[in-house]
């Protein structure tokens, strides 16, 4: 059964930054590759970031791109998000999601097979 546990939330200020971690069990992950998306009260799941297991072939978000750097630790099944120059509208529950290779694309939550229980990054104005 795979699991995928987020770490690193919290509250910070304005220009502040935080690093989340998505670690990964419960099966062998050399193929597809990593989501993370947020979503905040009354708004859907959006896409934010993601990488692939293999080449580490990184995708984002316009919102986030140039501020966040996502990031796979293939040793040790451990995927980064470095969130830097945030902002109040960063604010939201964030997930890691595991996604299947040749499954769909990276961009819509659909494809993903496995979810964390999402960690909260509230930003202070």
Do not use: H
Request: glycine share 12%.
């Amino acid at each position: 059964q795979v699991q995928l546990v987020e770490s690193g939330g919290g509250l910070v200020q304005a220009g502040g930054s935080l690093r989340l971690s998505c670690a990964a069990s419960g099966r062998t992950f050399s193929r597809g590759g990593m989501g993370w998306f947020r979503q905040a009260p009354g708004k859907e799941r959006e896409f934010v970031a993601a990488v692939t297991w293999s080449a580490g072939i990184t995708y984002y978000a316009s919102s986030v791109k140039g501020r966040f750097t996502v990031s796979a630790d293939n040793a040790n099944d451990t995927v980064y998000l470095q969130m830097n120059s945030l902002k109040p509208e960063d604010s939201a529950v964030y997930y890691c999601g595991f996604k299947d290779a040749n499954s769909g694309t990276y961009f819509s939550p659909r494809p993903y097979s496995y979810w964390g229980q999402g960690t909260q990054v509230t930003v202070s104005s």
